[in-house]
C-alpha cells in the first residue's frame, strides 16, 4: 500500500516536470524569434532580392525588368572602370589593414597604463573615431588645401615646392588611406586595450623574475595572449575597409582619371546617377563575394597558426 501510495504522490510530479521541459523549447525559440525575424529582413531577404536583381535589367521608367542571366556580371568584368575600382579597393584594404594592426597594438602598449595622464591620452587618440566623416574630410580639406591650406603653409614657410597629394593619381589613395587611419585608429587601439588588460599580470611577473627583455616578453607572453584579438581587429578592419566610400567621395570624388574610386562608389554611381540597377547590383555582389573570400581566407589563415 506504502509503494501504490508513493506512486499516486509522484504521478503528477513527474507529469509537471515532462511538462514543463518540453515547453522549454518553445519559450527558448520564442526568445530567438525577434532577432531571427531581423536577421532575415535585414540580411536574408536584401542578400536574395540582390542576387535577383542582378539577373535583370530594370528599366524605371517603364517599370518592368527582363531576366538576362549572367550579362550584368560578363559586362563588369569587361568593364575598365569597375577593374579599374577593384584594384583600387584591393590597394586600399592593404595599405590600411596592416597600419591598423600595428598602430593600434602599439599605441595600445604605451597607453595600457594606470593614472588620470593615461586616460587622457587614450581619450585624445580615440576622439577622432566618433567625428563623422564629413567632418573628418572638411578638417582634412583645409590642411590639404591648394594656395591656402596648412601644408602649403608649411611649404611655404620652408621654401620647398608645393605638394598637392590629391591631384596626383600616384599619391591620391594613399592620401585616403593617411585620413582613414588617423580617423579609426582609436577602434583597434581600444580592441587591444581591452585585450592587454586581460593578461594576468603573474606571467609579466614571472617574465621580470627570469630577467627577460622586453621584446622576449612581448613576443613570448603579450603577442600570444592576444592573438585572437589581432586576428580579431584585422578581419573586422578589412571588412569596414572593404566597404570605403566616405573618405573618397568627399576629397577625391574618385579622382583624378579614377585613381581613388572604391568599388561601392563604382556601384552608388551606376545604381543612382545611371539608373541602372541590374548591373549596380550585379556588382554588390561581387563584392559581397570578395569580402567573404576575404575574411574567410583571414579565418583560415588564423587557424593554421593555432596550435594543435
Known sequence: ????????????????????????????????????????????????????????????????????GVKNYVDLAFDPIFRGSVR?????????????????LALALVLNRPGRFGAGLRAIFFGSSVLSVTIVTLVWKLVLMPGHGLLADVSHALNIPEYLPLVHEESALPMVAVVTVWWIVGLPMMLFLAALQQIPQELYEAAALDNATRWR????????????????VAVIEAVFQFQLLGQAQLLTAGGPNNSSRPIVQFIYETGFRQWSFGYSAAASQVLFVLMLVCVALQAWIARRKEPA
Do not use: H
Open 88 to 104: 583600387n579597393t584591393f590597394y586600399f584594404v592593404f595599405m590600411t589593414v596592416p597600419v591598423f594592426v600595428a598602430l593600434g
Open 217 to 232: 616578453t612581448f613576443t613570448s607572453i603579450t603577442l600570444p595572449s592576444i592573438k585572437r584579438t589581432v586576428a580579431l
Open 1 to 68: 500500500m506504502a509503494s501504490d501510495r508513493s506512486l499516486t504522490v509522484d504521478l503528477p510530479k513527474t507529469r509537471q516536470r515532462r511538462f514543463r521541459n518540453s515547453r522549454a523549447p518553445i519559450s527558448n525559440a520564442l526568445f530567438v524569434l525577434p532577432f531571427v525575424i531581423v536577421y532575415v529582413l535585414l540580411l536574408i531577404v536584401p542578400l536574395v532580392f540582390g542576387w535577383w536583381l542582378s539577373l535583370q535589367s530594370v528599366d524605371l521608367l517603364a517599370g518592368t525588368s527582363d531576366f538576362i
